[in-house]
């Protein structure tokens, strides 16, 4: 059988389909007919292979559809309803409103970012965060680069290259995301040197592999995991005095960034920087839009020599911290500096949401939802690589999805919904924990339940 290009109509035809001629006014002509020949083609290898012209309705449905999901404003907002905090597919830690604020304004106009207002000439762009993370973590100095992994990169490219950094074994991990600590560092120019075993590291070991070569012992905070029973690790304290009697660095990746103490909410204590800067680590270095709560970005921070010596290597100026960034940051870190971060920080807020509030609101959702709603126990977690295994009790709004089918079905109607609902499965239903949703994406998260569930 020959393939009969005949019914396929011409690219004029599908520009005059209402559907598409609406496309063209609100993208460009251009782009539209473009976007049309493209479709066309593979029209035409389709009929090439033997199936049927589409009927022109349906060849504007497809170019209307190839519009929508190439030339959509992205990423799009959703509703995190997973309870996971810090939820690196969904954009990690939301900004408080002052971060915004300060985001809209710098991106708006102009501003002081490598300005000197006093000498009326070039400034440096880490004059905005340098003393407000001295501040809060009690460093001598600091530096912002664009996230945690291009901080401890930059670190060890600085301070360690062409010499050994001693890792131990337990540590020498995949953080997530293609991060691990033997390929940055071996990117770093500095050599690996693992010791110990994947369950217990002793300072013994450490000290057996020390070497004229050595620059410099190297501690990964395990943030993504968790190794229990017969283990073992050298305390900070012990490698910070090692490393001193040596003559050499200790550095330490705390990954999380975390500045107040976890274990007033019930959790398992998150190793904060200013306890590393105290136990004489050299340099620390972590993540600033985990439990800091900020902005993508990452700090090292610590002895002002080696901040600077940091600071002047080459890959610094590659990974330096872009303006939106340095904004949203100083005014994260300010509410560190006001003792005002639990209220308003997001990432804090949900940590220190009180249960009864989450349970008023999961039975306020109920009942403004549907009979196949109810309200049950459940737990929210930090997530993003900061205290793994660690949980917070929650109340959940969990629907039944009776006649949406599996509950798998209704999380992908709820996923489609003007604003997407991210939601889990928990027992055959579907759960969606009010921790993680702000009050005023409330209205839009149960119109989206009401849509998604039939009645
Ligand atoms: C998250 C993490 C990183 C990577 O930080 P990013 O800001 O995501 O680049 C590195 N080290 C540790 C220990 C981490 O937890």
């Given amino acids: 059988m020959t393939a009969d290009y005949r ?22 002509r251009e782009a539209v007919t473009a976007l049309t020949r493209r479709q066309l083609d593979q029209v035409r290898k389709a009929v090439a292979n033997g199936a049927p012209a589409p009927p022109l309705d349906e ?46 304004k710098s991106a708006l106009g102009y501003s002081d970012l490598e300005y000197d207002l006093d000498a009326g000439d070039r400034g440096s762009r880490m004059q905005h965060v340098a003393a407000l993370l001295q501040q809060v973590t009690g460093a001598e100095a600091a530096l912002a680069v664009n996230n945690n992994a291009s901080a401890v990169m930059l670190m060890l490219a600085a301070l360690a290259a062409g010499r050994e950094v001693i890792v131990s074994r337990g540590e020498a991990v995949e953080i997530g995301g293609g991060f691990r600590i033997p390929d940055v560092l071996r ?22 592999a020390l070497s004229p070569r050595t620059a410099a012992l190297l501690k990964v ?7 229990t029973g017969f283990t073992h690790t050298a305390t900070l304290e012990e490698l910070a005095s090692l490393a001193r009697q040596h003559g050499m660095l200790l550095l330490h990746d705390l990954g999380s960034g975390c500045l107040l103490p976890t274990e007033r909410f019930g959790l398992a204590h998150e190793p904060t920087p200013q306890e590393s800067i105290t136990a004489s680590a050299e340099l620390v270095c972590f993540s600033t839009d985990k439990l800091l709560g900020g902005p993508q970005g990452g700090v090292v921070a610590g002895k002002r020599e080696l ?5 002047r290597h080459p890959l610094a100026r590659a990974v330096r911290m872009d303006k939106l960034g340095l904004a949203a940051l100083s005014a994260t870190l300010l509410h560190y500096v006001k003792g005002e971060a639990i209220q308003e920080v997001p990432v804090w807020r949900m940590i220190a949401a009180p249960l009864d509030e989450l349970e008023t609101r999961a039975r306020r959702w ?11 126990r459940g737990e929210s977690t930090i997530g993003g690589g900061s205290l793994p295994g ?22 992908r109607r709820l996923r489609h919904a003007p604003t997407p609902v991210i939601g889990r499965v928990v027992d055959d239903q579907v759960v969606l924990d009010p921790r993680t949703v702000s009050p005023d994406e409330e209205e839009t998260l149960l119109e989206a339940v009401r849509h998604a569930l039939p009645m």
């Fill in 366 to 376: 109920a009942h403004a939802v549907h009979e196949a709603a109810s309200v049950v």
């Fill in 7 to 28: 019914g396929i109509p011409s690219v004029d035809r599908v520009l005059a389909h209402p559907g598409v001629a609406r496309l063209a006014q609100t993208f460009s």
């Fill in 221 to 227: 905070h395990a943030s993504n995991f968790r190794i």
């Fill in 307 to 311: 901040v600077e010596r940091v600071a």
């Fill in 390 to 411: 660690e949980t917070l009790p929650t109340w959940l709004l969990a629907l039944t999805p009776g006649s949406a089918g599996s509950p798998e079905e209704l999380l």
């Fill in 59 to 104: 060849i504007a449905q497809q170019v209307a559809h190839a519009a929508a999901a190439e030339w959509a404003a992205g990423p799009r907002p959703v509703i995190n309803a997973t309870g996971v905090i810090i939820h690196t597919n969904l954009g990690r830690a939301p900004l408080s409103r002052d971060a915004l604020n300060a985001v809209q």
């Fill in 187 to 208: 990117q770093s120019g500095a050599t690996l040197v693992e010791v110990g075993t994947t369950n217990r590291t002793y300072l013994r070991d450490y000290q057996a």
